[in-house]
């Protein structure tokens, strides 16, 4: 079965609980980052939001593997890998004609 055969059969609707251990510094960033869209938008964002969005974005990522080799998801060898390619592709979407 395909990673893509396998994403489908996702059922994206039901959520489930799940524990996640994050450093004070990284809890401090997203409550920053909810007041900030909260101040702007009006919007309440929650945490679980926020990572979702993340985990969301990392997937997106993951599907452009065959047009970026480079930035594969697959390639990584440890969490500050994933960073690494997280942000290199965020900074080249950030810069016109990166490609």
Request: glycine content about 6%.
């Amino acid at each position: 079965m395909s990673t893509e055969e396998t994403a489908e059969r996702i059922d994206e609707g039901r959520l489930e609980r799940f524990n996640l251990v994050l450093a004070l510094g990284e809890i401090a960033w997203m409550d920053q980052l909810a007041a900030e869209i909260r101040a702007a938008s009006g919007a309440k964002i929650s945490r679980s939001e926020i990572v979702r969005a993340a985990l969301d974005g990392l997937r997106e990522l993951h599907r452009m593997a065959p047009l970026c080799p480079h930035l594969a998801l697959h390639t990584a060898r440890s969490g500050s890998d994933l960073t690494v390619l997280a942000v290199l592709s965020a900074r080249m979407a950030a810069i016109p004609d990166a490609r």
